[in-house]
């Protein structure tokens, strides 16, 4: 033990005197600086493309060049194609199969989350010569596997261009805006099966299959777009709970014959086919077909020649089943699918019977991403949360599920970009107070070298007001554990009374309460911490990788015990000596709207305020596809659509309330903030509200941000 003398205690005043000072001469951050300015802005590693033959990457350089790399030396080989070549900005590109074409993509309009048009061209990288096959926008342009023709979609229409003959050919006729769609998916299969593609190309070039959609029973929806003396009225097709969905057919056209074959689906018409996938076999498509209740899923093999088809698997469950990923292994004999029947999201091999064949991956936790098969040594490659819940790693595992190898080691979110032979990756990794980290990597997951490391941002940080957020869990009523992470306030002491803001999200699989990197949310709730806010956010039930049983638990009465675990660990924090138990507030965007209007409602004895961002109020304005997953039909389970809709509960409000939305949001209509609205002036509840003209879900764009996160600032400093 040292003994403590008068020296020591004049070098602690020291050491105290320069910490003050190191504190008071760190910035607050400001507003300005995480929406406008870009000072936290992380670097990544743009156009990374692996080469077919695995030796060599592209990527865009800051002037838009497109370098060939090398993966062993990391040196430049040398310039695809230089940026003053093509006289295009901003533009996206990908190879031919062949790898002698590119097609480069720009003046890219955003149409809903995924889709958009662009003006395309294509460059020859022998002859250096550019020309541009269509003058029109067009959607989804892809080459064919052999590299002689495009797939596009035009005005509702499908259509394929021969490079060689340099001729257009349109494969479809009937394509109407709000009505007939070819080549491309409708609003709600984009939205909730992430799916805009509607065509997709057999390995050889020689067939095309694509969706239709009829979408003329679909009710429209209206929007007022403003700007003009008298505002545009922008109308789409948008299916809400319980209503009518397009009609899906399915069709095969044959490049060489020009025939088109139409594939049989069955006879019912009210379903889905969230996918459709080219097997090994280049006259044979794997169709998944999924009842309207989701709670069903067949494999359709189908004869692309004949139409016909053959169901060779079939998976049920009592609540709902996710999408799978398919990948049919190159000896044409089988495939790998994953699925919770386990209870936990894991790899299976079947064969094209629909025979098990085995069980790859195994134990309590989920498989998250499947990165693919490398068949020459049977190697598969995933993400999974075996280490912890909240976090990611990559994983090599042997077809036959043995021999499974931690490929990444540093604590937090690692991701992989694999190329062509899985002899090469690029790491990405992060932490949740951690920018994200590039690194290229061999096979066995051995650094070669660091392409971005966002060290100047990380030296940045330093001189900035930054406290560290810290992951930990809370438990609920019924001692489960919950996924947390706090960020305490500037100068913290137990000594004081804080308040308290908690962030939420909540919705079905979703996770927030991550050891991933934030992006601007941390900032603003840095600043937040150094006004001297105490920040928490918690993942209650029905949050993802924790196993089916905990995601499916809010099954038929979603809202219910989402917001009985923020209320009850909310219950906890009032019981803290550092927590002002009468400042408590919640906020989220989207379903965390939601659930911040069902806290400041449901929970009006704990929240003091809440702010909504684009809330869900009502189950019955949202689409089907989402709201019928996890509720069934409203005339099925209408009375939980009403006990779980905050619309329902207004008049239980007693604390400050802010609701937010977009006029022009095609996702969350701004219809739910209108009917809020409308019954709270009904039942006397105060309240405040703000819009955004012409916004949609995000409600995005600098200047917008800007005000948005000023407003809510300023309601938090007010309110809380």
């Given at each position: 033990?040292?003994r403590?003398?008068?020296?020591?205690?004049?070098?602690?005043?020291?050491?105290?005197?320069?910490t003050?000072?190191?504190?008071s001469?760190?910035?607050?951050?400001?507003?300005?600086?995480?929406?406008t300015?870009?000072?936290?802005?992380?670097?990544?590693?743009?156009?990374?493309?692996?080469?077919?033959?695995?030796?060599?990457?592209?990527?865009?350089?800051?002037?838009?060049?497109?370098?060939?790399?090398?993966?062993a030396?990391?040196?430049?080989?040398?310039?695809i194609?230089?940026?003053?070549?093509?006289?295009?900005?901003?533009?996206?590109?990908?190879?031919?199969?062949?790898?002698?074409?590119?097609?480069?993509q720009?003046?890219?309009?955003?149409?809903?989350?995924?889709?958009?048009?662009?003006n395309?061209?294509?460059?020859?990288?022998?002859?250096?010569?550019?020309?541009?096959?269509?003058?029109?926008?067009?959607m989804?342009?892809?080459?064919?596997?052999?590299?002689?023709?495009?797939?596009?979609?035009?005005?509702?229409?499908?259509?394929v261009?021969?490079?060689?003959?340099?001729a257009?050919?349109?494969?479809?006729?009937?394509?109407?805006t709000n009505?007939?769609?070819?080549?491309?998916?409708?609003?709600?299969?984009?939205?909730?099966?992430?799916?805009?593609?509607?065509?997709y190309?057999?390995?050889?070039?020689?067939?095309?299959?694509?969706?239709?959609?009829?979408?003329?029973?679909?009710?429209e929806?209206?929007?007022?777009?403003?700007?003009?003396?008298?505002?545009?009225?922008?109308?789409?097709?948008?299916?809400?709970?319980?209503?009518?969905?397009?009609?899906?057919t399915?069709?095969?056209?044959q490049?060489?014959?020009?025939?088109?074959?139409?594939?049989?689906?069955?006879?019912e018409?009210?379903?889905?086919?969230?996918?459709?996938?080219?097997t090994q076999?280049?006259?044979?498509?794997?169709?998944?077909?999924?009842?309207?209740?989701?709670?069903?899923?067949?494999?359709?093999?189908?004869n692309?020649?004949?139409?016909s088809?053959?169901?060779?698997?079939?998976?049920?469950?009592?609540?709902?089943?996710?999408?799978?990923?398919?990948?049919?292994?190159?000896?044409?004999?089988?495939?790998i699918?994953?699925?919770?029947?386990?209870?936990?999201?894991?790899?299976?091999?079947y064969?094209?019977?629909?025979?098990?064949?085995?069980?790859?991956?195994?134990?309590?936790w989920?498989?998250?991403q499947?990165?693919?098969?490398?068949?020459?040594?049977?190697?598969?490659?995933?993400?999974?949360?075996?280490?912890?819940?909240?976090?990611?790693?990559?994983?090599?595992?042997?077809l036959?599920g043995?021999?499974?190898?931690?490929?990444?080691?540093?604590?937090?979110?690692?991701?992989?970009?694999?190329?062509?032979?899985?002899?090469?990756?690029?790491l990405?990794?992060?932490?949740?107070?951690?920018?994200?980290?590039?690194?290229?990597?061999?096979?066995?997951?051995?650094?070669?070298r660091?392409?971005?490391?966002?060290?100047?941002?990380?030296?940045?940080?330093?001189?900035?007001?930054?406290?560290?957020?810290?992951?930990?869990?809370?438990s609920?009523?019924?001692?489960?554990?919950?996924n947390?992470?706090v960020i305490?306030?500037?100068?913290?002491?137990?000594?004081?009374?804080?308040?308290?803001?908690?962030?939420?999200?909540?919705?079905?699989?979703?996770?927030?309460a991550?050891?991933?990197?934030?992006?601007?949310?941390?900032?603003?709730?840095?600043?937040?911490?150094?006004?001297?806010?105490?920040?928490?956010?918690?993942?209650?039930?029905?949050?993802?990788?924790?196993?089916?049983?905990?995601?499916?638990s809010?099954?038929?009465?979603?809202?219910?015990?989402?917001?009985?675990?923020?209320?009850?660990?909310?219950?906890?924090?009032?019981?803290?000596?550092?927590v002002d138990?009468?400042?408590?507030?919640?906020?989220?965007?989207?379903?965390?709207?939601?659930?911040?209007?069902l806290?400041?409602?449901?929970?009006?004895?704990?929240?003091?305020?809440?702010?909504a961002?684009?809330?869900?109020?009502?189950?019955?304005?949202?689409?089907?596809?989402?709201?019928e997953?996890?509720?069934?039909?409203?005339?099925?389970?209408?009375?939980?659509?009403?006990e779980?809709?905050?619309?329902?509960?207004?008049?239980?409000?007693?604390g400050?309330?802010?609701?937010?939305?977009?006029?022009?949001?095609?996702?969350?209509?701004?219809?739910?903030?209108?009917?809020?609205?409308?019954?709270?002036?009904?039942?006397?509840?105060?309240?405040?509200?703000e819009?955004?003209?012409?916004?949609?879900?995000?409600?995005?764009?600098?200047?917008?941000?800007?005000h948005?996160?000023?407003?809510?600032?300023?309601f938090?400093?007010?309110?809380?």
């Amino acid at each position: 033990m040292v003994r403590f003398t008068w020296r020591h205690c004049a070098f602690a005043v020291i050491i105290f005197h320069y910490t003050a000072f190191q504190c008071s001469s760190q910035q607050s951050i400001t507003l300005e600086d995480i929406w406008t300015r870009g000072t936290f802005s992380a670097k990544g590693v743009p156009g990374f493309n692996s080469m077919n033959d695995g030796r060599y990457y592209t990527a865009q350089d800051d002037n838009e060049n497109i370098i060939r790399y090398s993966f062993a030396s990391g040196k430049a080989i040398d310039t695809i194609v230089y940026q003053r070549d093509l006289n295009l900005q901003q533009f996206s590109y990908t190879f031919s199969a062949k790898e002698d074409k590119l097609l480069l993509q720009t003046n890219f309009k955003q149409l809903y989350r995924h889709s958009y048009a662009a003006n395309i061209y294509v460059y020859d990288v022998k002859s250096k010569l550019l020309f541009q096959p269509v003058k029109e926008e067009v959607m989804l342009a892809e080459f064919s596997p052999d590299g002689t023709h495009l797939a596009y979609v035009k005005n509702n229409n499908l259509y394929v261009y021969d490079l060689k003959n340099k001729a257009e050919k349109q494969i479809t006729t009937d394509g109407k805006t709000n009505a007939i769609i070819n080549g491309a998916t409708d609003w709600v299969y984009e939205e909730e099966f992430a799916l805009s593609k509607g065509f997709y190309w057999n390995k050889t070039g020689s067939q095309l299959a694509y969706y239709r959609f009829d979408e003329s029973k679909v009710k429209e929806f209206n929007m007022a777009m403003y700007g003009k003396l008298y505002p545009e009225d922008y109308q789409f097709k948008y299916p809400k709970a319980g209503e009518a969905n397009s009609v899906i057919t399915l069709y095969c056209y044959q490049t060489n014959t020009g025939s088109i074959t139409k594939l049989d689906i069955g006879n019912e018409t009210d379903i889905y086919i969230p996918r459709i996938h080219w097997t090994q076999n280049e006259n044979l498509l794997c169709i998944q077909r999924m009842n309207r209740l989701q709670n069903k899923l067949e494999l359709l093999l189908a004869n692309t020649n004949t139409g016909s088809h053959t169901l060779v698997y079939t998976e049920e469950n009592k609540a709902y089943l996710d999408v799978p990923e398919i990948t049919f292994l190159k000896d044409g004999k089988s495939f790998i699918i994953n699925s919770e029947k386990s209870g936990w999201n894991h790899l299976y091999q079947y064969d094209l019977n629909g025979k098990l064949m085995k069980q790859i991956t195994n134990g309590n936790w989920d498989v998250d991403q499947f990165y693919g098969i490398y068949e020459k040594n049977k190697t598969i490659y995933i993400t999974s949360s075996e280490v912890n819940s909240t976090e990611r790693y990559v994983y090599a595992i042997g077809l036959d599920g043995k021999k499974k190898q931690q490929l990444t080691q540093k604590r937090g979110w690692n991701n992989a970009t694999f190329n062509a032979d899985f002899s090469y990756f690029l790491l990405s990794q992060s932490s949740i107070n951690t920018p994200p980290y590039y690194a290229l990597c061999d096979a066995a997951g051995k650094e070669i070298r660091v392409l971005e490391n966002n060290t100047e941002l990380q030296s940045k940080l330093t001189s900035y007001k930054i406290n560290n957020a810290e992951m930990t869990s809370f438990s609920n009523a019924y001692g489960e554990s919950l996924n947390a992470f706090v960020i305490k306030p500037t100068n913290f002491t137990e000594k004081q009374k804080y308040p308290v803001l908690m962030y939420v999200y909540g919705g079905p699989g979703h996770q927030l309460a991550v050891n991933r990197w934030m992006g601007s949310n941390y900032f603003w709730y840095q600043l937040l911490a150094d006004k001297g806010y105490l920040i928490v956010c918690v993942d209650g039930r029905g949050t993802g990788f924790k196993g089916e049983a905990f995601k499916k638990s809010t099954y038929l009465q979603l809202g219910k015990f989402e917001i009985e675990d923020q209320i009850y660990v909310a219950k906890q924090l009032q019981n803290l000596n550092y927590v002002d138990r009468n400042r408590i507030g919640i906020w989220g965007w989207s379903f965390g709207g939601y659930m911040a209007s069902l806290g400041i409602s449901k929970g009006a004895d704990v929240f003091k305020t809440a702010i909504a961002v684009a809330p869900v109020t009502n189950w019955r304005y949202y689409d089907n596809i989402y709201t019928e997953r996890f509720m069934r039909t409203p005339q099925e389970n209408g009375k939980s659509y009403d006990e779980n809709s905050p619309i329902n509960h207004v008049e239980k409000i007693k604390g400050n309330y802010l609701i937010i939305h977009g006029t022009a949001d095609d996702n969350v209509h701004f219809q739910n903030a209108v009917e809020m609205v409308n019954a709270m002036i009904n039942k006397g509840v105060k309240f405040d509200s703000e819009f955004y003209p012409n916004k949609n879900h995000g409600i995005g764009g600098s200047k917008t941000r800007l005000h948005l996160y000023e407003r809510m600032t300023r309601f938090i400093l007010e309110k809380l």
